[in-house]
């Protein structure tokens, strides 16, 4: 397929919706914040098991009709398992008991697998790693992308990260998802695929640069987004169909983590294409940035 879609000729109105959106996302992340999930927050744990199926929505109700509003019901393994998690800032182990008998009071009789205290100082450990992670990601991917290509890319395909996981945390910040170790787990994974597709693009125009000498920097970027758009297309409507199944049927302990990659693949396949294009539009890249190098007494070579 030959598209001729001119990217470039929008990219100043795809900068300045990128840097709102930043910006936004920045703002609710420093005054809103993130609603850390039990994960973090700490709390108590209820795992209890039902002879038949029961419905999570009356479970709900009970529990924050006796105080417990911040509490979390899913399904676990089958529809027979119920998993509770119940805010518990104080790290009273009894509170796990006494869900589950006023459960039993209310009907909802079943068999008590487990209950314990997940403790904050556990979560906060657990982030902190998560996010150290995140940036050793980050750098690694700066190094070898200027191995790779050149600095200009480094610094473009570094940038379209960096935007993509403000973006999709200040989602979450905006709309108050649950944030917990299963949305980290789906940033990490939205860099290696947003990455990917920024290296299929960044090849793409380095090959162009090299071999097409009488265009333009900006008409070469055009073209080499527009021979790998329908590769970019077709990977990402073929992730989301997958993850759109997993968000709908795969219940609700990953719900939060197909969310999170359904925001990635959609943010990261603009950003591949705008971010990136624009970061080197700005630094100016030149067909002599790219050039091959020609070995020392090469000019002697072609001498009798």
Known sequence: MNFKIQFMK???????????LFSISILSLTFRGLVLGLDFSGGTSVHIAYESPVELESLRNILTDNGYEDSQVVNFGSNLD????????????????SVFNLLNENGFIGQLKSYGYVG????????????????????????????????????????????DVVIILGLFSIFAW???????????????????DTIVVSDRIRENFRIQREMEPMQMIDLSLN?????????????????????????????????????????????????????????????????????EGAEFDELP
């Open 10 to 20: 929008y990219r100043k109105i795809a900068g300045i919706a990128s840097i709102l």
């Open 227 to 295: 021979q790998t758009l329908g590769r970019t297309v077709v990977t990402s409507l073929t992730t989301l169909l997958v993850l759109f199944a997993l968000f709908i049927f795969g219940g609700e302990m990953i719900k939060g983590f197909s969310l999170a990659l359904i925001l990635g693949v959609l943010v990261g396949t603009y950003s591949s294409i705008y971010v990136v294009a624009n970061m080197l539009m700005s630094l100016t890249l030149i067909q002599e940035d790219l050039a091959v190098p020609e070995p």
């Open 178 to 196: 649950d944030f917990d170790l299963t949305v980290l787990a789906a940033l990490l994974a939205v860099i290696g695929y947003s990455l990917n």
């Open 82 to 97: 119920v998993l509770i998690k119940v805010d518990d800032v104080d790290g009273d182990s009894s509170i796990g008991l």
């Open 120 to 163: 904050p100082q556990v979560g906060s450990e657990l982030r902190d790693q998560g996010g150290l992670g995140m940036l050793v990601a980050l750098f690694m991917i700066l190094m070898y992308v200027a191995f790779r290509f050149q600095y200009k890319f480094a610094l473009g395909a570094v940038t379209a990260l960096g935007h």
